[in-house]
């Protein structure tokens, strides 16, 4: 089976193509604010490494958030309308849950994105990978209480501190995300939604 892997919802774009598990061909890159510029092409560029052709593709899993709110509707486009040209159904994957599996720790994972200054998107999951607390925007203090509730293994996309607890850098590991979300439920490109988890503030502002 062949996958497509696209993820654009923080900074760097993941483009990957899968096949039975190994890597045929990676592309993950920094581009702030450059998403739209790069990705469909970087999805060119994945197809032509792995030498497969665009309607070979089997699977298409999608990153649909949280995360940058521009970078994830980007991405879910790009998946729809690939899923449209292609006629395949659609695996949305969760930015949170991406870090927690990456992670080869057993046991208890908080796992945390960057919101804005003050505030994160953030889950906390088991050994097993259920949900202990769901996907939610969270401030600082709220997450101090959850990490003295479940002392967890903190991960997120930079190395940090938050009060006296260390967040390990993560990087996303995509045949283990693939792996793991392969059996879980696919929907039609027209159905896929982003899952912001907030407004953005652009939004927030005009509802006030």
């Known amino acids: 089976m062949i996958s497509l892997f696209i993820d654009t919802s923080l900074v760097n774009v ?5 096949k039975d ?26 197809l032509d490494e792995a030498k497969i052709d665009a309607n070979e593709i089997d699977n298409l899993f ?12 980007i991405g879910v486009t790009i998946a729809k309308t690939y899923g449209f040209l292609i006629k395949k159904d659609i695996t949305p994957v969760s930015s949170l849950k991406s ?14 994105i960057p919101a804005n200054k003050s505030n994160y998107y953030v889950s906390v999951y088991d050994n097993d990978l259920n949900e202990l607390i769901p ?12 990490c003295k509730e479940y002392n967890p293994y903190l991960v997120g996309v930079d190395t940090s501190i938050i009060g006296t607890y260390k967040i390990k850098k993560q990087g996303i590991d995509i045949p283990k995300i693939i792996s793991y979300y392969q059996n879980k439920e696919k929907v039609n490109y027209y159905k896929l939604v982003p899952n912001y ?9 005009k509802n006030d």
Do not use: C, W
């Open 14 to 18: 993941s483009i990957s193509i899968i």
């Open 21 to 46: 598990g190994k890597i045929l061909s990676l592309i993950s890159k920094e581009i702030p604010n450059m998403h739209s510029v790069y990705a469909t092409k970087f999805i060119k560029d994945a």
């Open 62 to 73: 999608v990153v649909n958030g949280p995360g940058s709110f521009t970078g994830v509707r």
């Open 99 to 112: 870090l927690a599996i990456s992670s080869n720790h057993e046991g208890v994972i908080l796992a945390m």
């Open 135 to 146: 996907e939610q925007f969270m401030n600082k203090e709220k997450i101090i209480e959850l």
């Open 197 to 205: 988890l907030k407004q953005p503030q652009a939004l927030e502002a």
